[in-house]
């Protein structure tokens, strides 16, 4: 199964640096078969696209809890995981993997770029207030998820960390 797990930038070194990374709590999401009973219409790349913003959003909560040097931006790490279980208690898309990611799991990570850092910045500052309604923590909330992620390949994260 294809899973969207949310990280951060230091969260991507570590997996290089280790060769493998743990998500927090082993959380991820994914097209679920609840997902897929959520939506009246839509193809599996559409579907696939709601868990993959899911997780971004998700990377909001992680970069409101951890402090570092590294720029500000979602990220999702795009894995193959045979082992994933859906989590319906907990939402629609949300499934645990029970291990590490390993290098040779990830297809893919997608990053935001420079250009949405400060709307990104302003998200983590009010995801919890945005949560809990408040309209204009929302409307930051959706400035950042206005950003579209860039895809990169595995072999090109090494250089977009040098880049950063």
Same mark, same amino acid.
């Given at each position: 199964? /294809?899973?969207?797990?949310?990280?951060? !930038?230091?969260?991507?070194?570590?997996?290089?640096?280790?060769?493998?990374?743990?998500?927090?709590?082993?959380?991820?999401?994914? $097209?679920?078969?609840? $997902?897929?009973?959520?939506?009246?219409?839509?193809?599996?790349?559409?579907?696939?696209?709601?868990?993959?913003?899911?997780?971004? /959003?998700? %990377? !909001? /909560?992680?970069?409101?809890?951890?402090?570092?040097?590294?720029?500000?931006?979602?990220?999702?790490?795009?894995?193959?995981?045979?082992?994933?279980?859906?989590?319906?208690? +907990?939402?629609?898309?949300?499934?645990?993997? %029970?291990?590490?990611?390993?290098?040779?799991?990830?297809?893919?990570?997608?990053?935001?770029?420079?250009?949405?850092?400060?709307?990104? /910045?302003?998200?983590?500052?009010?995801?919890?207030?945005?949560? $809990?309604?408040?309209?204009?923590?929302?409307?930051?909330?959706?400035?950042?998820?206005?950003?579209?992620?860039?895809?990169?390949?595995?072999?090109? $994260?090494?250089? +977009? !960390?040098?880049?950063?």
């Amino acid at each position: 199964m /294809r899973v969207y797990l949310p990280a951060t !930038l230091s969260d991507v070194q570590q997996l290089l640096a280790d060769g493998a990374w743990m998500p927090l709590g082993g959380t991820g999401f994914a $097209l679920t078969p609840a $997902l897929r009973e959520a939506y009246v219409a839509g193809d599996d790349e559409e579907l696939s696209e709601v868990a993959l913003r899911e997780a971004a /959003r998700a %990377s !909001l /909560r992680l970069l409101a809890a951890r402090d570092g040097d590294l720029p500000v931006r979602r990220v999702v790490v795009v894995a193959e995981r045979d082992d994933a279980a859906a989590r319906p208690d +907990l939402d629609v898309a949300v499934v645990r993997i %029970s291990g590490p990611v390993t290098e040779d799991q990830v297809v893919a990570v997608h990053v935001d770029g420079a250009d949405a850092e400060t709307a990104v /910045r302003a998200a983590v500052d009010c995801i919890d207030e945005a949560d $809990l309604g408040d309209e204009d923590a929302e409307l930051a909330l959706g400035d950042a998820e206005d950003h579209d992620l860039a895809w990169y390949a595995t072999q090109e $994260l090494p250089f +977009l !960390l040098d880049l950063l």
